[in-house]
């Protein structure tokens, strides 16, 4: 079938199933070929690599990695890689669709642009006009476009600019800031000794960092500890791996400080010089003995004195690596914060194979035309009740159970760009609650995510390969400005986001605020980098990069960290008056009760990110996700691997089928994130397995409100 | 591109003049106009290659921008009218404080 005749079919009437009739291979598009590569970047992770597609008369042939980002290490992961098939995706979205039966009953009707901005307008002057601008949501993960949807969040009025770190990493972003002022990165090229706690790095997200820390200890015969509850590829590679009970983390850290700190194996000149608050972190680590600590973590106490000296002695080329991962418990803040200081308190601050404050590469910014501020406070009250957490990007959690409630006032209408709470937030059950009581729900994507599933409209977004975006900054110890521009013209009537935003605001009255074009964007940008003819250079290179690193730029008596002391806080002060313990205190975790598991989650590199489970290349390697559980216990409830298991907890009930292994702990069990989609457009994983967010019960952390995934118990038994 | 909808000029003329500065209870600016502003009027000269020392917000403490906007003067001249009206230079002395090299600034992941 020809592309065009299909279209014209999408558009007589409503769809019920998904567009099946365009093969993958996709139309053949005449257009320009370029086998050397266009140069762009990657956009499957936030790692941001720099890549060259390859085209061919208008298809992308190939990606290849783009050797000139020192960052990128020259690698594309098989994510990346994987991206040319969410271009030719039959299941991608391929132009605008308003519901036409119930919510979540999967009715659409083909829309054009112009229909589909008029009913998300209408819907959205609406709801400000009943409840004004706050009464409605924007929600959104990062990426080089997201600056344009939260732009016009913020022009519409509304002070419920929802951004994801929540999900993600804000607790450890808040305790290496609060510490240090900043969020630092880890040398793990150049690290002699790693400690890793329960973050997977060399099977759930592999990027370059995770090849400097794969070379590091498989070629430089560094060393790697590493503690986790469940035997995973990381453990297997590791030195040592200690199957630490789950949520005493802290506990191993708070006694390797005991350890370093009484026998006085810190760093005493870095201490004096840089730290504030020593004394108080001295007599504070005192009753955290390694006799204590093998109590609660189950790590022999030998074991920890033996791993505190050695890292010790391995600094300044020693870091406890804080790793790409979520949170998993309610004190996952002062987890990070002891971390943080514990790296502190051996001086590999700002040093090789040590903890190294990011360098950035200086760039221009578009001047838009500023906006009034929001007249009313945020509806998840994070300034009241997260006073340290970052409130532009707000809390999540807490803001669903307060618009949930209605209060402090009710939000009506939610704009979605390219996150799917449905899968991203814990307790999936209220999240479609959340939906439910919304009077509209708008979704920007590129494919049927299960929120899109559940919306009133949905707005195709172009592929990042179809799209030309911002430049970006990546900071780090090789930062780099990369350029996202356009290898093949858009297969299908999708937009970016800028134009979208453009088309909502024109019928909202905020053309006044999106005046510009992406080139006009990009060149203001481009101005300011640190190369002749910046634009011209991104064209061509698609970056500009740094080779060398450079340690030691803060090591001197006049840098003045980004705190309020000026100094490295190992107490903080700001915490103490927020309420918050200024030096973290240790409260062992609830156990779960004899007849239930804690549920403990996890990645798989090759789906880190539950929207790529339904591509082709990477379904291959992941068909379905299961359920681990020890022999010991699977004993006794007389499962065996294969058996479908019904698990539930407080938030919900799924049904998984079960692996019987010695590699979890008896009190756990464990299961992959990015499966049982409702989305019946992800045909591969729709039904298939159990989505984590149904049993996940709602938790988070105190300090910085993200969400704590590792706080729920649950029951399992033959279904 | 439209002008800017200023709020009233003649309450925040007598809040600067009285020495208003950001703290508990007392006036607050635009963060986001004035960092519009900040770009406009000071980032104009005070940049790498510009003809003054390249200034950020992180280049002073809270308390050394409120110290400098109480004195209101720039090079022995009135702030105002020369960087802007006494609301545009309130919006930029709130951009300033909030993001001193003193404040509380938690990172955030990408965007
Ligand atoms: S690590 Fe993989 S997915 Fe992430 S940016 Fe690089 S190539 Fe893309």
Redesign the interface.
């Known amino acids: 079938m020809e592309r065009r005749t299909f279209i014209e079919l999408l558009g007589a009437g409503t769809l019920l199933v998904p567009p099946l009739a365009c093969k993958l291979r996709g139309p053949i598009a005449a257009g320009p070929t370029n086998l050397n590569g266009i140069p762009t970047t990657c956009e499957l992770c936030?790692n941001k690599c720099s890549l060259l597609a390859v085209v061919k008369e208008g298809r992308l042939a190939k990606l290849n990695p783009n050797p000139e980002n020192p960052k990128s290490r020259a690698m594309l992961c098989a994510r990346g890689n994987a991206a040319i098939q969410q271009v030719y995706d039959p299941d991608r979205l391929k132009q605008p669709l308003i519901r036409a039966g119930e919510r979540g009953e999967g009715k659409w009707r083909p829309v054009s642009w112009d229909e589909a901005f008029d009913f998300a307008a209408n819907k959205l002057k609406a709801v400000k006009e009943k409840h004004g601008p706050e009464g409605s949501l924007w929600s959104?993960?990062?990426?080089f476009q997201?600056?344009f949807f939260?732009n016009l969040g913020?022009a519409f009025g509304s002070p419920n600019v929802m951004?994801?770190?929540t999900l993600?990493?804000?607790s450890m972003?808040?305790a290496?800031?609060?510490t240090f002022?900043?969020?630092p990165s880890f040398d793990l090229l150049n690290a002699d000794y790693v400690i890793m706690a329960g973050a997977n790095r060399f099977e759930s997200i592999i990027t370059p960092d995770t090849m400097d820390l794969i070379g590091g200890t498989m070629e430089r015969k560094a060393k790697l500890i590493y503690l986790d509850p469940r035997f995973t590829v990381t453990a297997s590679k590791a030195d040592e791996w200690h199957p630490i009970k789950p949520g005493t983390d802290l506990a191993f850290i708070l006694a390797m400080l005991n350890v370093i700190l009484t026998e006085e194996r810190h760093d005493k000149a870095f201490v004096e010089t840089y730290t504030l608050g020593f004394e108080q972190l001295l007599e504070h680590v005192k009753p955290y003995t390694p006799a204590w600590a093998e109590k609660e973590t189950e790590i022999p106490a030998a074991d920890i004195t033996r791993i505190a000296r050695a890292f010790a002695d391995a600094a300044p080329r020693a870091v406890f690596y804080a790793g790409r991962r979520s949170s998993w418990y309610t004190n996952d803040f002062q987890m990070r914060r002891a971390q943080a200081i514990l790296n502190a308190v051996v001086g590999n601050w700002d040093r090789e194979g040590g903890m190294v404050p990011n360098r950035k590469v200086?760039k221009g910014?578009f001047?838009f035309?500023?906006?009034?501020?929001p007249k009313a406070s945020r509806v998840d009250e994070v300034e009241k009740a997260f006073p340290?957490?970052?409130a532009?990007?707000g809390v999540y959690l807490p803001l669903r159970e307060n618009v949930l409630k209605g209060t402090p006032y009710p939000v009506k209408a939610w704009m979605i760009y390219k996150q799917d709470p449905m899968h991203a937030l814990p307790d999936q059950g209220k999240t479609l609650e959340m939906i439910q009581q919304m009077d509209f729900v708008g979704v920007v994507d590129i494919a049927m995510s299960d929120t899109a599933w559940y919306a009133d409209v949905v707005f195709p977004e172009s592929h990042y390969l179809e799209r030309t975006d911002p430049i970006e900054v990546m900071p780090g110890i090789w930062p780099a400005a990369v350029y996202r521009q356009q290898a093949v013209k858009p297969l299908h009537d999708t937009k970016p986001m800028l134009d979208i935003a453009q088309g909502l605001a024109k019928r909202l009255g905020l053309s006044?605020y999106f005046?510009y074009t992406i080139e006009q964007w990009v060149e203001a940008e481009a101005k300011e980098l640190p190369v002749p003819n910046g634009m011209e250079h991104m064209r061509k290179h698609g970056v500009v990069g740094f080779e060398k690193p450079k340690y030691g730029t803060t090591r001197n008596a006049v840098h003045?960290f980004?705190?309020?002391?000026?100094k490295i806080e190992l107490f903080s002060e700001?915490l103490q008056e927020a309420g918050h313990d200024p030096l973290p205190v240790y409260t062992a975790p609830a156990q779960p009760p004899a007849n239930k598991f804690r549920l403990i989650l996890g990645r798989k590199a090759t789906i880190t990110h539950a929207a790529l489970t339904n591509l082709p290349w990477l379904h291959e390697h992941n068909r379905e996700n299961d359920l681990w559980i020890h022999p010991e216990p699977a004993a006794r409830l007389n499962i065996q691997t294969g058996d479908l298991l019904e698990v539930s907890s407080t938030a919900g009930t799924v049904k998984i089928k079960a692996r019987v292994t010695p590699e979890i702990r008896p009190d756990c069990v464990f299961m992959l994130h990015g499966f049982g989609k409702k989305s019946a457009w992800l045909r591969r994983v729709h039904n298939v397995g159990a989505a984590d967010s149904i049993l996940l019960e709602t938790a988070w952390d105190k300090v910085s409100g993200n969400a704590a995934l590792h706080e729920t118990f649950v029951k399992v038994g033959k279904a | 591109m439209r002008s800017l909808r200023l709020i009233p000029l003649g309450l925040w003329a007598l809040l600067l003049l009285l020495g208003a500065s950001v703290q508990a209870g007392e006036a607050k600016g635009s963060d986001t106009k004035g960092k519009f502003f900040f770009k406009k009027s000071c980032k104009a000269c005070h940049m790498d290659g510009g003809s003054a020392k390249a200034l950020t917000p992180l280049s002073k403490t809270q308390a050394q921008w409120r110290k400098f906007f109480d004195a209101g003067k720039h090079k022995g001249e009135a702030l105002s009218p020369k960087l802007g009206t006494p609301a545009q230079l309130l919006d930029i002395k709130t951009f300033l404080i909030n993001h001193a090299s003193d404040s509380p600034q938690p990172e955030t992941c990408g965007g």
Do not use: F, I
């Not at chain 1, 035309?369 to 501020?373: N, R, V």
């Open positions: 936030p959104s993960t990062e990426g997201e600056v939260k913020q951004r994801h770190p993600c990493l804000a972003t808040l290496y800031s609060t002022g900043t969020v200086a910014e001047t035309m500023p906006w009034d501020d340290l957490a970052n532009k990007d006044d005046d003045r980004v705190t309020k002391s000026g700001r």
